[in-house]
């Protein structure tokens, strides 16, 4: 492979924004204000289900400084929204569904002052039973007039029938996870004077926010600009409406500026977060270890309104088979409505829950058949021509036996030493699990070591447009690329760069605020954006060149074909004739261009379901204690399918940022609801990894180009998380020797062998006709 322009696609570049972040100077959403700006608050229902009998503002509206009280009566246009499904009130109106949910909205001078006027609004409720229990949701009575199954995904691959010499099987169950992001969201609208309105915000999809917004104001998409603000983290948490509405609507209302800014509490209220879910798997082999068959039954908790919820559980449902050719398969999978917080996107979107629960049913078939866990892997490891489960053919770069192979080859960590003399109490509690707090002793100890893979499809699917538009416009040397890609810390301002230092050979790139003055690029979501708006800047950037060395040609009287782009000089015939900056003095060079994947389709369609995948294994090893149930993640190993690297450093953060961020699903993070009520909604109750629990990464990648895609990249944001979830769980089985069914794996689960820790999955050889507890992973 050549060497890469200074600055281009698989060379090191440094973020642009870097610098401002590091030093603190970055403008965050939270840190927008305006001349004559209010404040907004929301006032919310403390019942997870009631009927609203009365609202009443008067007491709120008549406090001096309040300039604005609104409910559901007052929202101009429609009066629900919603990502997939528009099935949430603006503000509820007769019912709340959701301990949470918004009944008012008030406009006020300062923030204080706003708060104490929504909670002067009287709201009068009759409490109705609240159903949190998905299971019983399906037979409880509509909580909405759409019903309580969002979704039913069923279909049958093969003979559904077929059996295999060994069968396991076991029923994991997964807690909701936040996604957490270090800034809270904000936003601030303004009224313009066209009677539309301007809003600056946190958010992962502009266009889908402002459509959203347009509808429920009442106006025109024309009237509505949106531009982004700084975002401090995102993880799939704002890719739905939060406040973006209500913002505009007493924006609208006061003729003022309004920012709206959540606390840490509301946050957690606000957004989606993380389904949680209960898989039941039987899983059917040969004797070599050859998968024969796959019986799946999912159910997935979506909460009070849809959001992504019919996404997700196709997703879960249609890559539970893993990296894994499956010839035959049964599967049934549904997501229902409940009275418990919505949950939405969040990275990995239904794959973590099913690669949990797939990978630990390798390790059941490994241990019954006394084969390592990577050999089953690499046994059944999908290639390309494979068929999947619900009827896609493979047809892009599948490296899984290569990750795998690769991530063999990788040497173990060193042991922890027997006596941990010669190092400082600090750093010998450090060492341990249970950290500084030095709870655990190295006597009691215990290592383990877990292997997974997993497969996380890339881009949107399942027929909706994946595309993106971006505008490029080449000037004395400098490049201006304008796209609404939303930069959520994923590195698409780094992209962008790269691309048009590659395709132009210039230095000089600026990368304009994303706003809804450009056409969409789509959500910044589902490993999507270097592919897509990537693309976008690539034909960009092409059709500028081929622009500008039609002018050169033009002017110096050469022939077109002659010329070429290197180093920032014009080329003629390999030799420089010019400097890009000097071609054309005060010459603009402009283009816009519309990236689109390949068509997808649904089941039973000819087109496939999804563009792309991308594929991980990992390799984790842990310490444990498994008298006080304390774990440390010492290492993990970890090999990625990147299609090409771009940017070697983003992308290594990427992957430890990934990682860790499985690490906290599987060890500690959970959002507690009980009632319909989050019960720890700030970060004393919610525990994250920090950088003591973080492990030591080892990243390697595999580069095979996919097709269709520019460089053969792929998106990577994802798989990371995918796979560290049951790679640390099965790693926390094989140091305890329990079945560890249920993430997160809590203390008590190792210590006292709660249910979660002890019900096994059973395993069970036709040949001697008799189940057993299944064996270690």
């Not at 950290?435 to 699917?461: C, E, I, M, P």
């Not at 301002?493 to 789509?522: F, I, Y």
């Amino acid at each position: 492979m050549s060497r890469p322009p200074a600055g281009g696609v698989g060379a090191e570049a440094t973020r642009p924004d870097a610098p401002a972040k590091v030093s603190g100077t970055f403008e965050y959403a939270n840190d927008l204000q305006a001349a004559g700006m209010l404040w907004g608050a929301t006032l919310r229902s403390p019942h997870p289900h009631a009927r609203i009998l009365r609202v009443d503002t008067a007491a709120a509206a008549a406090l001096p400084g309040v300039h604005a009280v609104l409910t559901a009566r007052d929202v101009p246009g429609d009066e629900s929204f919603g990502l997939v499904v528009r099935d949430e009130p603006v503000l509820a109106h007769d019912v709340v569904r959701f301990a949470g949910e918004p009944v008012a909205i008030v406009a006020a001078e300062d923030p204080v002052l706003a708060r104490r006027a929504a909670a002067a609004v009287a709201v009068e409720y009759q409490p109705l039973p609240a159903v949190t229990d998905p299971e019983l949701a399906l037979d409880a009575p509509d909580l909405h007039p759409l019903g309580n199954v969002y979704r039913h995904v069923r279909f049958t691959h093969g003979d559904p029938e077929a059996r295999g010499d060994v069968v396991v099987e076991a029923t994991y169950r997964l807690g909701m996870q936040d996604q957490l992001f270090l800034a809270p969201e904000a936003g601030l609208a303004t009224p313009t004077d066209d009677g539309g309105v301007e809003l600056r915000v946190a958010t992962q999809w502009l266009h889908s926010d402002r459509d959203q917004v347009a509808r429920c104001t009442g106006l025109p998409p024309e009237k509505v600009r949106l531009r982004l603000a700084g975002v401090g983290g995102a993880f799939g948490g704002r890719e739905d409406v939060t406040l973006q509405i209500h913002a505009c609507l007493l924006a609208l209302a006061t003729g003022r500026p309004v920012k709206l800014q959540y606390d840490r509490a509301e946050s957690f209220v606000a957004h989606r977060q993380r389904h949680g879910a209960r898989i039941r798997l039987r899983h059917h082999a040969d004797r070599d270890g050859r998968l024969v068959s796959l019986e799946a039954d999912i159910l997935v908790d979506g909460g009070a309104y849809a959001s992504t919820s019919p996404v997700v559980v196709t997703n879960v449902a249609t890559l539970i088979q893993g990296p894994y050719a499956v010839p035959n398969a049964r599967v049934d999978a549904l997501a229902v409505r409940t009275n418990n917080p919505s949950c939405g996107a969040m990275r990995g979107f239904g794959v973590p829950q099913a690669s949990f629960a797939n990978e630990a049913q390798l390790d059941l078939l490994a241990a019954e058949l006394g084969l390592h866990p990577l050999e089953i892997r690499r046994r059944n490891a999908l290639r390309t021509g494979d068929r999947l489960i619900y009827g896609q053919v493979l047809d892009g770069a599948t490296p899984v036996r290569e990750v795998i192979d690769r991530l063999a080859a990788i040497p173990l960590p060193e042991e922890l030493p027997a006596r941990l003399s010669g190092l400082s109490e600090a750093a010998a509690a450090v060492r341990l699990p249970g950290g500084v707090g030095r709870a655990s002793s190295r006597d009691r100890v215990v290592r383990g070591v877990g292997w997974a893979v997993s497969a996380k499809n890339l881009a949107f699917g399942e027929g909706l447009p994946d595309e993106s538009t971006a505008s490029c416009v080449l000037r004395d040397g400098v490049l201006t690329v304008h796209c609404a890609c939303a930069e959520v810390g994923q590195g698409f301002v780094t992209v962008a760069q790269q691309v048009a230092r590659t395709v132009l050979g210039v230095a000089d790139v600026v990368v304009a605020e994303a706003d809804t003055m450009v056409a969409s690029a789509g959500s910044t979501s589902a490993s999507r954006q270097t592919m897509a708006s990537g693309g976008a800047v690539h034909l960009a950037c092409v059709a500028v060149r081929d622009r500008l060395l039609r002018h050169v040609a033009r002017a110096r009287g050469v022939p077109r074909e002659a010329l070429s782009l290197a180093g920032g000089q014009v080329c003629l015939d390999g030799r420089p004739l010019v400097a890009v900056a000097d071609a054309a003095p005060g010459q603009a060079f402009r283009a816009t261009e519309r990236w689109l994947h390949r068509a997808t389709g649904t089941f039973g369609d000819a087109a496939p379901m999804y563009v792309a995948f991308g594929y991980s294994a990992q390799r984790a090893v842990v310490d444990v204690d498994p008298e006080l149930g304390l774990v440390r993640v010492v290492q993990v190993a970890s090999v990625q399918d990147v299609g090409a690297v771009v940017n070697p450093t983003q992308l290594r953060g990427q992957v430890e940022g990934g990682i860790v961020q499985g690490v906290g699903m599987v060890t500690m993070e959970e959002v507690v609801v009980t009632d319909g009520v989050i019960r720890n909604p700030d970060l004393e109750g919610y525990v994250v990894p920090t950088v003591v629990d973080a492990p030591e990464v080892v990243s390697e990648y595999v580069e095979v180009p996919e097709p269709r895609v520019p460089y053969g990249w792929k998106g990577a944001g994802e798989p990371p998380l995918c796979t560290a979830v049951p790679a640390v769980a099965a790693a926390i089985r094989d140091a305890t020797g329990l079945a560890l069914t249920a993430s997160p794996i809590r203390p008590e689960h190792i210590a006292l062998g709660t249910p979660a820790g002890t019900a096994a999955g059973t395993a069970a050889g036709t040949a001697a006709g008799a189940g057993r507890t299944g064996a270690r992973g």
